[in-house]
């Protein structure tokens, strides 16, 4: 089993939709987990990062955390045709908290 | 967030040869660390590089196939050695500013990779 599972997609949305993307994860240790963005030909780029159970808020993104059944989801409200790119969803812990496990990503695009 | 400048964006290199790849950032920091992402696939932690320690490889990675330097605490590279079409990739470097950026959601921020094709 991986560490970090994430449904590949991918995912067609139209403008305006709202987009849930999800993972789950298998060790409970975990404690911080992130969702990175990536364009094609860029490296990813962070979005959000959680520490505890529960929702965090920013423009457009809802990140959440369920640790009791170790889902991790982010919600983008509105969907825009900028936000067509991969998303890849990382826990981080361990020796360091800079080692990140990532899941295999979710491909979204959102067409005009 | 740091700012990472990765050499080269790209290249197409002959099977046997190998590549070094550049990492500079902006500021200090700890932690260097070196991602794969072969093609359709996410990333792969390759290895991590301390300052003025040997760099600890994951598994499935050794230090003959992918020697890492680290001599200061903005610079390191990875070279890829050997190479074979196996190795075509995304190579990318990544730091770890998480303490020092703690608060502001910066914590981890990545390279904009190096494209390898070995033909």
Redesign the interface.
Known sequence: QKEVE?DPGPLSVPEGAIVSLNCTYSNSAFQYF?W?RQYS??????L??TYSSGNKE?GRFTAQVDKSSKYISLFIRDSQPSDSATY?CAR?GGT??????????TILTVHP | ?AV?S?KPSRDICQRGTSLTIQCQVDSQVT?M?WYRQQPG?????IA?ANQGSEATYESGFVIDKFPISRPNLTFSTLTVSNMSPEDSSIY?C???D?WSQRNS?????????T?LTVV
């Open positions: 994430q992130m990175y030909r860029k490296g990813p780029e962070l959000m990062y920013d890849l981080a360091s908290y800079g080692k990140l496990t990532f899941g295999q990503g | 967030s990472i990765q932690m660390f696939q996410s990333l792969t932690l991590t990318l990544s730091v770890d998480w959601n910066y914590g981890y921020t990545f390279g904009s990779g494209r």
